[in-house]
Structure formats: C-alpha cells, structure tokens
C-alpha cells in the first residue's frame, strides 16, 4: 500500500476529529459502551485538534499518514508526561484496512525513531502490544485508569 507521511496542516482538524473517533470504534469496540461515541465525543475530537494543530512547541512530535489521497493514520509524541526523562508516545492510530501495511511503522519511525520511549496502550489490545513488543518495548509493570473510562486499563511499556 503506497502511503505519504506529511505534518498536519490546520485544514486537517476536522478530517481528523473523525480519523480519530473512527479508529477507537474499531480499537476498542469491545471495551467501550456504544453510547460512548456521542456528537459531543466527536466535537471533543475536534477541539483537541485544533489545540494540538496550534500548539507550536517544538518539542512535539505529530505526523500523519496519507494513502490514496485519504488521511489513513496518525501519531503523536513529545515530552514524558508522567515525569519519565524519555520522550512519550502520546497516540498511535491507524484504520483497521491499513494494518500490516508498514504505515504503523512509518508513523513510529517518524515520531520516535529510535530514540528511548514511553508509551501506554490498552489491556485488550493485542495487535497494539505485538507491533510495540517488536519496535522494543515492554511492560514495566505500571497501570493506570482513565476516571473518565474506568472500563479501560492502560499498561505501561517502555523501551
């Protein structure tokens, strides 16, 4: 599958609000209620991009992925947010019909490289753990709760 990695372009918020929305309904289905995927989620999506598109600090990372012309993926680091003095991997997501395509890898390659790393994924999970697991990452042991998603256990790896 042909792919372009570009940075995201403010024109892109709205493209990606549903990008992102779309690809946790496919990730975590069996972990949410139906009902979390509301008008309101969706327009939280949209806020946040725009903050994100904004936000000029350099040492954040974001890239997106583009295939036939679609905004297929995308990926966000910067900064340890949990006090870690290693660079995090804040988001990583990517269309289910473009797994196995080696844009994943891309989107890593071009946030992280291979630099030394922190990143949270979520207990049920598998895909997500096995692609981490082969870029050098594993567990700590450390977890954590969303109090807004109490249903969704996030696991520490770190590389």
């Given at each position: 599958m042909d792919f372009t990695l570009r940075a995201p372009e403010p024109a892109d918020v709205e493209t990606l609000a549903q990008l992102h929305t779309r690809c946790w309904k496919q990730s975590?289905?069996?972990q949410l209620p139906a009902d979390y995927f509301t008008p309101e989620q969706l327009e939280s999506r949209r806020t946040l991009w725009g903050r994100l598109l904004?936000?000029?600090?350099p040492a954040l990372?974001?890239?997106?992925?583009?295939?036939?012309?679609?905004?297929?993926?995308?990926a966000l680091a910067g900064p340890g947010l949990d006090g870690e003095d290693?660079?995090?991997l804040y988001s990583l997501y990517l269309l289910a019909q473009c797994h196995g395509?080696?844009?994943g890898q891309g989107l890593l390659d071009a946030v992280l490289g291979d630099e030394p790393a922190v990143l949270w994924v979520a207990r049920g999970n598998p895909r997500a753990t096995?692609?981490?697991r082969r870029n050098g990452f594993a567990f700590?042991?450390?977890e954590k709760t969303d109090p807004?998603?109490?249903?969704?256990?996030?696991?520490?790896?770190?590389r």
């Open positions: 975590y289905a069996n904004a936000d000029q600090n990372r974001r890239v997106v992925a583009e295939s036939q012309g679609e905004l297929v993926g995308f290693r660079l995090q395509s080696g844009i096995a692609f981490y700590d042991g450390a807004g998603l109490p249903q969704m256990i996030e696991l520490r790896m770190l």
